[in-house]
């Protein structure tokens, strides 16, 4: 499963999530709602498209970069995964051998504790400390985890689907979990000419519709909903001076829909807004970053300016 499945909500809380977007006058659905099982499956095949540039960048760029994050931190240190829902992009960094301790943080509890079985056998001499927990809400790590630096590791540019104020609440969050001897190694996705972006989400193979569809069979299953997904459009569009990729569903017909008891509207064209993913540029998200309190120590990019790894640590002074 992706490295994005931290963005799933607490079970249980799918009907409320969905009904509070929908009875807005431009209706929204959250992001949080596509990981059900179906939708990392159909995540895992965007990762594998050929207009999907985002993964298999990010992984040579980790390959090739997973010596300088090493020597950055130099002495034996943690390191604290947010969103880890597998291990291989954290592979790349144990690989250097100056972590003693992993502490994935995700809040599908199973896989974590797959992923612990698979560590334990395969690295036995590192500590592995689950937290089961939406990485938004960790404000601290658990006592177990040995009191040496720490490296922070949000991959995928799933900050991008946070919109800048969240993104910022969540580095300023980091940064009080990470504690004063941290740095922070994000992946995010460059802004770059919508000619490469849009096809990216509207691949040829239509596995992004059928990813956005998806929370509409979602709904029909775990909400009560009664939606044909078959009369809704996947739209996506690169919304400039937001510098993001939105996705929509276009209703395809004026229609009635029945979502936990309530019936929604949908006029013909209306549309559901249901992600945003954010493109930076490095000016940018160093701005962001500043704000939340830490401060850009190195930046990796391909040759192509694709994508980009920023290495950050605690900001001094006021
Ligand atoms: C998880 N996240 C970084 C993906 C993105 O690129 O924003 C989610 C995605 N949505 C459509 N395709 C991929």
């Given at each position: 499963m992706p490295d994005d499945s931290a963005l799933r909500p607490a079970v249980g809380s799918v009907a409320d999530a969905a009904l509070t977007g929908l009875l807005q006058a431009r209706k929204t659905l959250p992001a949080k709602l596509f990981y059900d099982e179906a939708g990392c499956q159909l995540f895992a095949r965007i990762t594998e498209l050929p207009e999907y540039y985002l993964t298999r960048t990010e992984r040579t760029l980790l390959a090739n970069m997973a010596p300088g994050v090493a020597a950055a931190v130099r002495r034996p240190a943690v390191l604290v995964e947010y969103g880890a829902s597998d291990e291989t992009k954290a592979e790349m960094l144990l690989g250097t051998n100056i972590f003693q301790a992993y502490v994935p943080i995700d809040i599908a509890a199973p896989q974590l504790e797959e992923m612990r079985e698979r560590l334990c056998r395969h690295r036995p001499e590192l500590q592995v400390c689950v937290v089961p927990a939406d990485f938004m809400d960790v404000a601290a790590l658990p006592?177990?985890?040995?009191p040496l630096p720490r490296l922070g590791f949000f991959p995928g540019s799933t900050i991008g689907n946070l919109d800048p104020p969240e993104a910022r609440r969540f580095l300023q969050r980091a940064r009080q979990a990470l504690g004063r001897e941290s740095w922070f190694l994000v992946g995010v996705d460059l802004r770059k000419d919508p000619g490469i972006l849009l096809p990216a989400y509207d691949d040829a193979q239509g596995v992004t519709a059928a990813f956005n569809r998806n929370l509409l069979v979602r709904l029909n299953r775990e909400a009560a909903a009664t939606f044909d997904p078959s009369t809704f459009a996947h739209e996506v569009v690169w919304n400039d001076s937001a510098s993001r990729i939105e996705m929509h569903l276009v209703s395809l017909a004026d229609q009635y829909v029945r979502v936990a008891g309530q019936i929604i509207r949908f006029s013909r064209g209306e549309t559901i807004h249901t992600e945003n993913s954010y493109k930076y540029d490095a000016e940018r998200f160093a701005t962001l970053t500043e704000e939340a309190g830490w401060h850009c120590a190195e930046l990796w990019t391909d040759p192509e300016r694709l994508f980009s790894l920023h290495l950050l640590e605690p900001r001094q002074g006021p």
């Open positions: 006592t177990e985890v040995p």
